[in-house]
């Protein structure tokens, strides 16, 4: 018969009390007594969450994230780990239990350990934030009644103590535990008081029969230079029951095409497998053979088709068992150490991949997770033209939902397990290399999460850990578990057996490639010295750092009016309190003889005019890292990872966009920077320089050069055509020999279009700039005063609250002495908010923070979604010289 099998995501109804003030044993909480919202013990609680995610729904803290609140939320150094032990309850019913079925409740993760309770019954879970759970309620279950459930949260057993001066993870205990180390502060954020204790991923209840499928991992092998490809599959077969039973595997593989039409390529049934009751056996199918399959390709170098696997498991004399499906992308990811620069090199495909990327840390640092945030922050490190996000390990191993959003934009992932140096063994004592205490539970999570990850496509790289390598026992079993398997054996009988190991961050062909220290800098630069030869002395940068001050809007938003000032300028810059406890880094470094790069362009007035001021320089920053690196591609380099391209709560630093989703002008330069084919001009000699990442060569494609002096004057311009470039290079195709005389314009502009013999535009790139040592002074006074229009007009189509937005910006002055338009941005409000922050937030933008020649116009597309219907949309046009512009958007439903 059919067992009609059914999962259920307990995401809703759940409550919560402090352990300390409830009087019931679990038994009683989860028999006669189970909680009302209706005692005043007991509130709504948030699950997946953590315990300060429950508090900071029922008002009962103030939002840690907000100017200066965390200082007012209990540090569990301070209180005690028993004010953050909480009961969590909930009740469900299913509708059917099949007979001789199963039924488990599945926990994907929770921080420390726990003891559940279900109609009475209970278990004490293993201690590991990261580690999965899986438990057989089958004879626990009331029957089509009510099922009560509890579970009692411990906070990590060595939660640790900020010591006055703060540091890298606090006194660094949290490090005996096998959790996440950012929770007690970093350089960068906040302490976390509840050190993320909780119930922090999904908890669900799966119905099987008396078979499960366990962790079916998926390979694929190629021959014939990727046109012929296997696909190995290796799943555990877990009968449950105390009979043996006869059981078929059916896997099913399909391919999603642009019509939406689902392409079967392969199904496959195994013969009759006999399982002993209470056992479990390694089932491996012979491997499926396909032709030219289509292949699986990093951001910007091909798509990323994903085919549909299904796997089902059926007991003979019973029918369905157990079901699973995933996506898979066909690819094989190589990596080796390059012999001419020592670098770590990553081939996919057979392509080696030039790495630009950046260091992820976590989405929220209260570990509020969503499938659309991960979406939402993949897809904005994808429109940036990334191609690899390096998971910290000092926080999580991310999850699911995330990797799936990075199979789907081609983001490669480096995933670290939980170790840094600061904490284990490099750091200010106390540090330990031999931490954490139990390294049996370190591997045991360890070997869960490859579990739970390997199928992805996105999954690049196992890391032992930043900055530090594990223990050398934890170390010897990684390495041993995760080793590569070798041709012809089968890939998929292994933990991963597909991808290369690491110890850490700083080893085997990263940075020095021997664990000294030479990652970084992590501040403000001169841009032009990003283009020398000796700027960085190894051939893979881990983390390269800057600054990250969001817009004005967001300060507000995020601070309270007393700590709106900008900083002081005395001697350097002076942030006040809260910018200063939101890691605020200054935009000038006298020990490393930067001057200041906001105050280049004059004394700031007030928030908005240093808001705006940053951005630009934000821009200019990383756009200028990542074209120096462009212009050693391959002769010098092999990649590089910001540090950090997003920021888990509103930091002032190292950032793209900020916490509340909005772009800074970094997201622009960076996104600039990185197309896969990008023309550049040298900061250094002026050069004209084309970046091609591509696998193709460019042939007979042409540049054109102008060069504006203030005025808007055109003072130089010059075409160059016939330029071919090959694939995986950069490539000098002129100079503008106008840059030898220009010592006596303080202040001048630069447009750099790369077109293809058709004249289609490939590549714009506007530059503001001024001599050695000059500044941008001339910008301000009736340059930036004497505000002149620009024209804006745009049409859009609106699909269920999905807004796509057509917009052409064009500068027409109709003066007689033509204007550059210069530092424009468009912002999306909600027209009829009240509200102080009134933005409409997240926002994609084709581009942003642009400027225009006299006499352009461009063309741009806004998407963003709209989930209230009493929300009307406005799009604004700003910029540093131009008038404040509405855009009248032509709505076509």
């Not at 992820?360 to 939402?376: A, M, P, Q």
Request: hydrophobic share 40%.
């Amino acid at each position: 018969m059919a067992t009609n099998l059914q999962s259920i995501i307990l995401n809703e109804g759940w409550v919560a009390a402090r352990a300390s003030d409830v009087q019931l044993r679990g038994q009683d909480l989860t028999t006669s007594q189970f909680p009302s919202l209706n005692s005043d013990l007991w509130m709504e609680a948030v699950v997946p969450g953590t315990v300060l995610t429950t508090l900071l729904k029922n008002d009962l803290v103030p939002d840690p994230f907000y100017g200066l609140n965390n200082l007012e939320v209990p540090d569990i150094a301070d209180v005690g780990r028993e004010y953050y032990t909480f009961w969590f309850c909930n009740r469900f019913k299913l509708p059917r239990v099949p007979q001789d079925g199963k039924v488990w409740l599945n926990f994907r993760a929770i921080n420390y350990q726990a003891e559940v309770f279900l109609n009475g019954f209970s278990v004490l879970l293993s201690k590991g934030m990261f580690l999965r759970h899986t438990i057989d309620i089958t004879d626990w279950l009331n029957v089509y009644e009510e099922n009560r459930l509890a579970v009692l949260v411990h906070p990590p057993d060595h939660p640790g103590r900020i010591p006055p001066e703060g540091g890298q993870g606090g006194d660094h205990d949290i490090a005996k535990d096998v959790a996440a180390q950012y929770v007690e502060g970093w350089d960068w954020i906040c302490s976390i008081g509840d050190r993320n204790t909780g119930i922090w991923d999904v908890v669900s209840i799966q119905q099987t029969g008396p078979v499960r499928l366990v962790d079916p991992h998926l390979v694929a092998t190629f021959h014939n230079s990727y046109t012929q490809a296997d696909l190995w599959m290796t799943t555990e077969l877990f009968n449950a029951c105390s009979t043996r039973v006869t059981v078929t595997v059916t896997l099913n593989v399909s391919l999603d095409d642009a019509s939406e039409f689902c392409i079967v390529d392969h199904v496959h049934t195994s013969e009759d497998i006999v399982l002993e009751g209470n056992s479990t056996k390694l089932y491996s199918i012979p491997p499926l053979p396909f032709q030219s399959p289509a292949l699986w390709w990093p951001n910007g170098l091909g798509d990323q088709p994903l085919y549909k696997v299904d796997i089902t498991l059926d007991v003979r004399e019973y029918g369905e068992s157990d079901s699973w499906s995933h996506l898979f992308g066909f690819r094989h990811i190589d990596s080796y150490i390059d012999p001419s620069t020592n670098g770590r090199t990553f081939v996919v495909n057979g392509e080696p991949i030039f790495i630009r990327g950046g260091n992820w840390i976590v989405s929220d640092g209260l570990l509020r997770l969503s499938k659309d945030r991960y979406e939402t922050e993949v897809n904005f490190h994808a429109d940036m033209n990334l191609n690899m996000i390096r998971i910290w390990g000092g926080a999580l191993a991310e999850r699911p939902e995330f990797y799936t959003a990075c199979d789907k934009r081609g983001l490669l992932v480096w995933q670290e397990f939980w170790i840094t140096g600061d904490c284990n063994g490099r750091g200010i004592e106390p540090s330990d290399p031999n931490w954490p205490l139990d390294h049996d539970l370190f591997l045991t999570c360890a070997h869960d999460t490859v579990k739970l990850l390997r199928n992805h496509a996105s999954l690049a790289l196992w890391c032992g850990g930043n900055e530090q390598h594990p223990a050398a026992d934890i170390n010897e079993a990684l390495e041993k578990n995760l080793k590569i398997v070798t041709s012809g054996e089968n890939p998929s009988m292994s933990l991963d057996g597909t991808r290369l190991y690491i110890q850490g961050s700083l080893w085997s062909g990263i940075a020095a490639g021997n664990g000294l220290f030479r990652d970084g800098p992590y501040g403000i630069q001169v841009p032009e010295n990003f283009f020398e030869m000796d700027y960085y002395k190894y051939a893979f940068n881990p983390e390269i750092g800057n600054v990250g001050v969001p817009k004005a809007e967001t300060i507000r938003a995020t601070m309270p009016p007393e700590a709106w000032d900008p900083p002081s300028l005395l001697n350097g810059e002076h942030p006040n309190s809260t910018w200063d406890y939101h890691k605020y880094i200054p935009y000038a470094d006298a020990q490393k003889l930067v001057p200041g790069q906001i105050e280049a362009f004059g004394e700031y007035d007030g928030l908005d005019d240093f808001c705006e001021k940053a951005q630009l320089v934000n821009y200019f920053q990383y756009r200028a890292l990542f074209e120096g690196w462009n212009s050693w591609m391959w002769t010098k380099y092999t990649g590089l990872l910001i540090w950090k391209t997003q920021n888990p709560w509103p930091g002032l630093r190292g950032q793209m966009y900020d916490f509340l989703l909005d772009q800074t002008g970094a997201f622009f330069g960076l996104r600039s920077a990185a197309e896969s084919v990008h023309v550049q001009l040298n900061l250094l000699n002026y050069n004209i320089e084309i970046v091609n990442t591509t696998r193709e060569p460019l042939s007979e494609s042409i540049v054109e050069a102008s060069f504006f002096d203030l005025s808007g004057e055109k003072k130089y311009f010059d075409t160059l055509r016939g330029l071919t470039v090959a694939p995986k290079t950069t490539t000098t195709v002129g100079n503008i020999p106008l840059f030898k005389s220009i010592n006596d314009d303080p202040t001048y502009f630069v447009l750099l279009k790369y077109l293809s013999s058709s004249g289609t535009l490939i590549s714009r790139n506007f530059y503001w700039l001024h001599p050695a040592g000059g500044s941008y002074t001339q910008l301000g006074g009736k340059f930036r005063s004497n505000k002149f229009p620009i024209t804006g007009s745009a049409w859009c189509t609106v699909t269920d609250g999905s807004y796509i937005l057509h917009v052409r910006v064009a500068n027409t002055n109709t003066e007689d002495v033509p204007n550059i338009a210069f530092g424009l941005y468009f912002t999306v409000i909600d027209a009829d908010c009240t509200a102080l922050d009134k933005r409409i937030l997240p926002v994609t933008y084709s581009d942003n923070w642009f400027s225009l020649v006299p006499n352009e116009a461009l063309d741009f597309e806004i998407t963003f979604k709209v989930r209230e219907s009493n929300v009307r949309p406005k799009l604004l046009l700003r910029g540093w010289n131009v008038e404040d512009t509405e855009v009248a958007l032509e709505i076509h439903q």
